[in-house]
C-alpha cells in the first residue's frame, strides 16, 4: 500500500476536483516530503497511474493544466486504503500519518472501531515481542531488538488509545457531522499553513 496513493486520493476528493500543483502544495504544506517521502515526482506519477487506473478522471479543458477528479471506483479505492491504514500497524509510519491527514473522511464511530483493531493487533505485537525477550537465551545482545519492538509496540498502543477516547470524546468533526472536512468537495475554504515553517 502507497501513502502517496491515499494522500493524493484523499487531496482531489477533498477539494472534489483538483490539479497536480495543488496537489503537491498541499502535501509539501504538511511536510508529507519528510514523513512520507512525497515529492513532485511522485506525486505526478500516481496521478497519472491512478487516472489509467480508473481511480481519477482527468480534465483537460485549461490550457496546459489537468484537473483530476474522483470516480466512484476512485471513492471505494481511497476508503479501503483509509480503512487500511488506519486499522493494521505498519512499521513505517507514513501510512499512520496519511490516515490521521484523512481521518475526518470516515464516521466517528467507523474510526473509533478501526483503532480499535489497530490497538488490538499493538497489544498483540507488543506481547509477542515481551514472550521474545523472556525466551532468548542466545545471542544475548538481540533482546534489544525484541526490546524495542516492545517498546515501539507500546508506545502505538498507548497513543492509540488516547486518540480513541480523543475521538469518543467528540473531538474532530467526523464525516456527517457538521464542519466536517470529510465530505467530497468540502475544502474549498480550508487553509494549510507551511508546515515546518519556512
Not at 12 to 34: F, I, K, Q, T
Not at 76 to 87: I, K, N, T
Request: charged share 25%; net charge neutral; no cysteine.
Amino acid at each position: 500500500m502507497s501513502a502517496t496513493r491515499l494522500l493524493v486520493l484523499g487531496i482531489v476528493r477533498g477539494y472534489g476536483r483538483a490539479h497536480g500543483y495543488r496537489v503537491g502544495n498541499d502535501l509539501l504544506s504538511w511536510g508529507a516530503d519528510e514523513w512520507a517521502n512525497v515529492k513532485w515526482g511522485s506525486i505526478y506519477h500516481a496521478l497519472r497511474s491512478l487516472t489509467q487506473a480508473g481511480f481519477l478522471l482527468d480534465h483537460d479543458e485549461v490550457p496546459t493544466r489537468t484537473d483530476y477528479e474522483l470516480t466512484e471506483r476512485g471513492e471505494q479505492e481511497f476508503m479501503r486504503l483509509l480503512r487500511d491504514a488506519l486499522r493494521r500497524p505498519h512499521p513505517r509510519p507514513d501510512l499512520v500519518g496519511a490516515a490521521l491527514a484523512m481521518l475526518p473522511s470516515l464516521p466517528r464511530a467507523e474510526a473509533v472501531a478501526l483503532l480499535r483493531e489497530r490497538l488490538a493487533a499493538l497489544e498483540s505485537a507488543r506481547d509477542k515481542a515481551r514472550a521474545q525477550v523472556d525466551a532468548l537465551v542466545d545471542p544475548p545482545h538481540v533482546r534489544e531488538l525484541f526490546g524495542l519492538w516492545e517498546h515501539n509496540s507500546e508506545s502505538a498502543a498507548e497513543w492509540t488509545r488516547r486518540l480513541i477516547e480523543r475521538l469518543e470524546a467528540g473531538a474532530y468533526p467526523m464525516a456527517g457531522e457538521p464542519g466536517s472536512p470529510g465530505r467530497p468537495g468540502s475544502w474549498r475554504e480550508l487553509k494549510f499553513p507551511p508546515y515546518p515553517p519556512r
